[in-house]
């Protein structure tokens, strides 16, 4: 069994639909396939979301016609014979029903989440009726039938291997299920989803759920690139990555997996390839367990960062106090990404800031506290990179002109990590890129 993950732009077009139709069926092998909403569906739906968050319902209803019209031209697009046009123009119906009726009633959190999920499951039923229509056997798989979270928001991948393998089991001779990416149920058994991106999430839970022999992440660029290419000018695809180094390159920032996609695969070993829908037999990246090579292999940004300064001259050094503060971010459930410390103070960096303001009060009581928001790590991912001479002197003097905030190195082999204000976040990109890889 192989898991097939198709983003937005792999099946935003009707042409490319057809694409990932020939992809799916290029082998015989046993395949789920799961697939993103329409590239710019979800961000719409957010929007649709936040103009009646907002009591804004005339925005709402013209962004919602707007997108309801996108479909329309896209159906006619992808199929050709009028019973699968007649079932696309149904399915179409249905959904743009629902965002119409939402229009009508109080809107709340759930209903926002409902919202968000119209995406995939479109995307979804337009691909299958493609399938019929040119008669590719092929099982639907809706994954509110068996993806969860539990009510700390993180996904119940016993439950879920146990409901997927009772309904696989129901179908011991096909060999291509289609299902969502994104959504999922939560504990109240509402609709709810993965985080925006979530579908290589979906995938890569899916494949640890059924045992997969590989993860396949097909998207709009061959492989997990040496930087960010929608920033910096010259970048190339990696061809090996360590579970590890992926998973440190998706946390902090690499925007082609989403940050907590390679957990599910490296506790069940099962490789995850990094692949291009418009050029399918581009090498892409592959991540196994493997370690291979020393040195910097990627860099990484991670945006919306903000660091928090205590600083205490009586209580820093005796014992307990950083377990204190630890405690405070615990008790809000926020989690540390960076942590630095002085004789005189700690400073540690947080991306969650809804309980900013209660975890800025109760530090007070340790010491004094500053926040600075707007900042941006730069991490730089590789193997044995403490070990490798030279490196922190090559990051430092690429960085000569860029005022850095703070600097974790050594706390994995893995990782080196800057903080910088965010306005610097594309020159540091930049000149690391030019003071760290041979080009
Ligand atoms: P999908 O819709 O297929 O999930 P995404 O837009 O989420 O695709 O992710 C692919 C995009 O990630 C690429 O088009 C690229 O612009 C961006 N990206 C950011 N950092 C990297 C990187 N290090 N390597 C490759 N792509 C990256
Ligand atoms: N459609 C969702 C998003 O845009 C999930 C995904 O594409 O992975 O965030
Ligand atoms: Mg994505």
Redesign the pocket.
């Known amino acids: 069994m192989k898991i097939m993950k198709f983003?937005?732009t792999s099946v935003g077009k009707p042409e490319r639909m057809h694409q990932v139709k020939d992809l799916i069926t290029r082998d015989n092998e046993k395949k789920i396939v799961v697939l993103?909403?329409l590239s710019g569906?979800?961000?719409a739906l957010v929007s649709i979301s936040d103009a009646l968050a907002a009591a804004k319902k005339d925005l709402a209803k013209e962004r919602i016609d707007a997108l309801h019209q996108h479909y329309l031209d896209f159906y006619k697009a992808l199929l050709k014979t009028e019973a699968s046009r007649s079932k696309a123009e149904k399915i179409i119906k249905e959904h743009f029903e629902f965002l119409n009726i939402i229009l009508k009633i109080s809107f709340n959190e759930a209903i926002s989440r409902d919202i968000l999920a119209q995406?995939?499951l479109l995307s979804t039923k337009l691909f299958y009726t493609l399938l019929q229509e040119l008669d590719i056997p092929a099982v639907f798989l809706p994954a509110l039938d068996f993806m969860s979270i539990d009510e700390n928001s993180e996904p119940e991948l016993k439950k879920i291997s146990e409901r997927l393998k009772v309904i696989l089991g129901n179908y011991p001779e096909d060999r291509i299920f289609v299902t969502q990416?994104?959504i999922c149920k939560n504990h109240r058994n509402e609709v709810d989803?993965l985080?925006?991106?979530?579908?290589?999430y979906s995938a890569s839970l899916i494949g640890a759920a059924v045992s997969a022999d590989v993860v396949e992440i097909w998207t709009d660029i061959d492989g997990m690139h040496n930087n960010d290419p929608r920033v910096v000018n010259k970048t190339r695809p990696i061809a090996q990555l360590s579970f590890d180094e992926a998973a440190e390159l998706a946390y902090f920032g690499a925007k082609i997996l989403?940050p907590a996609s390679i957990w599910p695969a490296q506790q069940y070993n099962i490789p995850v390839k990094l692949l291009n829908t418009m050029e399918p037999d581009a090498l892409g990246t592959t991540i196994t367990k493997k370690e291979m090579g020393t040195g910097v292999k990627a860099l990484a940004a991670k945006d919306g960062i903000t660091a928090i300064k205590i600083k205490s001259t009586r209580m820093l050094l005796a014992y307990g106090f950083l377990r204190k503060v630890f405690e405070v971010f615990e008790k809000y459930k926020t989690s540390i990404d960076m942590i630095t410390t002085s004789e005189v103070a700690v400073s540690v960096t947080i991306d969650d800031l809804s309980h900013l303001d209660e975890i800025v009060k109760e530090l007070e009581g340790y010491g004094l506290v500053e926040v600075d928001k707007n900042q941006t790590i730069i991490s730089i991912v590789g193997n044995l990179i403490a070990e490798s001479k030279g490196t922190l002197a090559k990051v430092m003097n690429s960085l000569a002109g860029i005022p850095i905030r703070m600097v974790s190195y050594g706390g994995s082999r893995h990782n080196v990590s800057l903080l910088v204000e965010a306005q610097y976040k594309n020159e540091a990109l930049q000149s690391l890129n030019e003071g760290l890889f041979e080009w």
Do not use: L, P, W
């Not at 985080?195 to 290589?200: E, M």
């Open positions: 983003g937005g993103s909403a569906t979800t961000n995406g995939e990416g994104y989803n985080k925006r991106g979530g579908s290589d989403h």
